[in-house]
T-cell receptor, first 113, second 111 residues
Framework: EAQVTQNPRYLITVTGKKLTVTCSQNMNHEYMSWYRQDPGLGLRQIYYSMNVEVTDKGDVPEGYKVSRKEKRNFPLILESPSPNQTSLYFCASSPRMGGYEQYFGPGTRLTVT | GDSVTQMEGPVTLSEEAFLTINCTYT??????LFWYVQYPGEGLQLLLK?????DKGSNKGFEATYRKETTSFHLEKGSVQVSDSAVYFC??????????FGGGTRLMVKP
């Protein structure tokens, strides 16, 4: 089954404790991205990657890192999480750049206390 | 920069009522336009899309027409069902390939 998976689905952590949210897709997609969803703000893009070893900032990259060492994986790293990073995070992938459909993962709800 | 504005919700309708969710956008060039739907506890799913002016996207009884002259992409459905209750997001993708989303509109359909 074609899908985007994220782990963990739920995470409660404390300020300053490094964490990684994994994202994996099995569709051989070149393009992957991370979004955060906050009430009234819709989804805002954090980082995206057009292919292996090619990443770039989205609208709200501060406090986040990403890497793309393999085509299928695109982890999101929070080196020192803060409460304002409490949010619902979505990973998405699409075949390549352009007007292609993006396939979204199920989401990771992160709470930073 | 690019932006998408949606009507604020929640929108509450009775089953079989007519639905319109307004969406307007600001973008340079000729973006592609999308409607995504998010059911409770799930990720976003593409509902429909249009890639050029006057295109009509349609799926599951929902329709939206790309209106360049009014920079709009309003979502409509003639007869909503309880199962349509969800959050609907309008989005655009411009030349830079980033998806820009509106704030989302929650639809609640009562039996």
């Amino acid at each position: 089954e074609a899908q985007v998976t994220q782990n963990p689905r739920y995470l409660i952590t404390v300020t300053g404790k490094k964490l990684t949210v994994t994202c994996s897709q099995n569709m051989n997609h070149e393009y992957m991205s991370w979004y955060r969803q906050d009430p009234g703000l819709g989804l805002r893009q954090i980082y995206y990657s057009m292919n292996v070893e090619v990443t770039d900032k989205g609208d709200v990259p501060e406090g986040y890192k990403v890497s793309r060492k393999e085509k299928r994986n695109f982890p999101l790293i929070l080196e020192s999480p803060s409460p304002n990073q409490t949010s619902l995070y979505f990973c998405a992938s699409s075949p390549r750049m352009g007007g292609y459909e993006q396939y979204f993962g199920p989401g990771t709800r992160l709470t930073v206390t | 920069g690019d932006s998408v504005t949606q009507m604020e919700g929640p929108v509450t309708l009775s089953e079989e009522a007519f639905l319109t969710i307004n969406c307007t956008y600001t973008a340079t060039g000729y973006p592609s336009l999308f409607w995504y739907v998010q059911y409770p506890g799930e990720g976003l799913q593409l509902l429909l899309k249009a890639t050029k002016a006057d295109d009509k996207g349609s799926n599951k009884g929902f329709e939206a027409t790309y209106r360049k002259e009014t920079t709009s992409f309003h979502l409509e459905k003639g007869s909503v069902q309880v199962s349509d209750s969800a959050v609907y997001f309008c989005a655009l993708r411009s030349a830079g390939n980033m998806l820009t989303f509106g704030g989302g509109t929650r639809l609640m359909v009562k039996p």
